[in-house]
T-cell receptor
């Protein structure tokens, strides 16, 4: 299994609070991604990173920010959580920009009350 | 519209049978396709991939077929086992970092 650790694995918080999710990899892959998974939807890309301090938006980036200060860590922040951000969040990594599969962590289940 | 979809949301098979999970895609420019397996409470696990210059690729007990004419992808699992029970996703790469996932098919294997 790819060395990807997400933390926390579960979190319950209140609307309006800030939340940070962490993804840590031990594979030294250049590319890292944050997805959310909701019933009735496929995985949807929030943000991705193509190197240290290099990030870009995905299709559902509103309300989220990311940071990557080291190759191995990619943080996802909800500045002011809303109930619509209740979801399961997955981090993924890949060696190359395309033609290489993305490998996923086991997710963070986030509930916003 | 653009979509990656699956024909059957749930597929039930007997242990030992062969399973076929289908996926339709709509973007003819997609050049790379991936199948993932997701067990309850876990992240998607890579199974097999195929590039658009291929029609077929085989792995251990799995085969992916790509029909670009009708924009159809299938995953065949030979001698299905209870441990194969999971949700299976296809994903298509539409270019720079744009991996689009289907909603998944649940495979149920009964002994």
């Amino acid at each position: 299994d790819a060395g990807i650790t997400q933390s926390p694995r579960h979190k319950v918080t209140e609307t309006g609070t800030p939340v940070t999710l962490r993804c840590h990899q031990t594979e030294n892959h250049r590319y890292m991604y944050w997805y959310r998974q909701d019933p009735g939807h496929g995985l949807r890309l929030i943000h991705y990173s193509y190197g240290v301090k290099d990030t870009d938006k995905g299709e559902v980036s509103d309300g989220y920010s990311v940071s990557r200060s080291k190759t191995e860590d990619f943080l996802l922040t909800l500045e002011s959580a809303t109930s619509s951000q209740t979801s399961v969040y997955f981090c993924a990594i890949s060696e190359d920009i395309s033609n290489q599969p993305q490998h996923f962590g086991d997710g963070t289940r986030l509930s916003i009350l | 519209g653009e979509s990656v979809g699956l024909h059957l949301p749930t597929l039930s098979v007997q242990e030992g049978d062969n399973s076929i999970i289908n996926c339709a895609y709509s973007n003819s420019a997609s050049d790379y396709f991936i199948w993932y397996k997701q067990e309850s409470g876990k992240g998607p696990q890579f199974i097999i991939d195929i590039r658009s210059n291929m029609d077929k690729r085989q792995g251990q007990r799995v085969t992916v077929l790509l029909n670009k004419t009708v924009k159809h992808l299938s995953l065949q699992i030979a001698a299905t086992q209870p441990g194969d029970s999971a949700v299976y996703f296809c994903a298509e790469n539409r270019g720079f970092q744009k991996l689009v996932f289907g909603t998944g098919t649940r495979l149920l294997v009964s002994p």
